[in-house]
C-alpha cells in the first residue's frame, strides 16, 4: 500500500527564487492547482468509509445479495499510480552533474589560466615607465623592428608596400 500524501513536499520558496519575473504569474497558477489538488486529497479520508453491513442484510431480503456486495466492496483496492518518473528524472540529474563538473573544472582551469596572465601582466614594468628596448621585450609582435621589419609611416599593416586586403575588397577607381 502506498504512503498517503499529508503535506507538499515542494519547496515553492526555493522554485521562485530560480523563476525569472515574467514566468512569476504561470508559477504561481501552477502553486494555486498543486495547492487545490492537495486541499481536495486530503478532504478525503485515508480509508474508505466502514459500512454497516448487518443494518444491510436485515433490510435487504434477497439471499447472498449483501454478502456479495460485501465481498466485492472489501476486495476493492485503488492501485496507487507507479513511479515511473523518477528514475529519470535520476538520470537526467547524474548527467546535468556531470556537466557542471565538467563546467567547473574548465572555469576554474580559465581562472587559473587568468591569474596567471594577470600576474605576468602585473610583473611588467608601467608603460610609462618603459624604454622602446623594454616594450619590444615585452611585446615582441606589436614593437617596431626597424632593421628586421623595416616599415613606412604611419606603420600601419595596410599602409605598408606588401600589404594585401585579407577581405580581398579594393577601393573602386575613381572617375
Do not use: C
Amino acid at each position: 500500500m502506498a504512503k498517503r500524501i499529508t503535506q507538499s513536499s515542494v519547496n515553492w520558496a526555493a522554485i521562485a527564487e530560480r523563476v525569472p519575473p515574467n514566468q512569476k504569474v504561470n508559477l504561481s497558477a501552477f502553486k494555486m492547482k498543486s495547492d487545490s489538488y492537495l486541499r481536495r486529497v486530503l478532504a478525503n479520508p485515508p480509508e474508505p468509509p466502514k459500512i454497516n453491513w448487518s443494518q444491510y442484510k436485515a433490510a435487504i431480503t434477497v439471499p447472498g445479495m449483501v454478502d456479495n456486495f460485501q465481498k466485492q466492496y472489501e476486495a476493492l483496492k485503488i492501485p496507487y499510480p507507479a513511479d515511473t518518473y523518477t528514475s529519470q528524472i535520476d538520470s537526467q540529474w547524474a548527467e546535468i552533474q556531470k556537466d557542471i563538473a565538467a563546467f567547473i573544472s574548465q572555469s576554474n582551469a580559465n581562472i587559473a589560466k587568468y591569474e596567471k596572465e594577470i600576474a605576468e601582466t602585473k610583473a611588467l614594468l608601467p608603460f610609462d615607465q618603459m624604454t622602446m628596448e623594454d616594450f619590444r621585450d615585452s611585446y615582441p609582435e606589436l614593437a617596431l623592428d626597424p632593421i628586421n621589419k623595416p616599415t613606412f609611416w604611419p606603420h600601419e599593416p595596410e599602409d605598408q608596400i606588401d600589404y594585401v586586403d585579407p577581405e580581398g575588397t579594393k577601393a573602386a577607381p575613381a572617375h
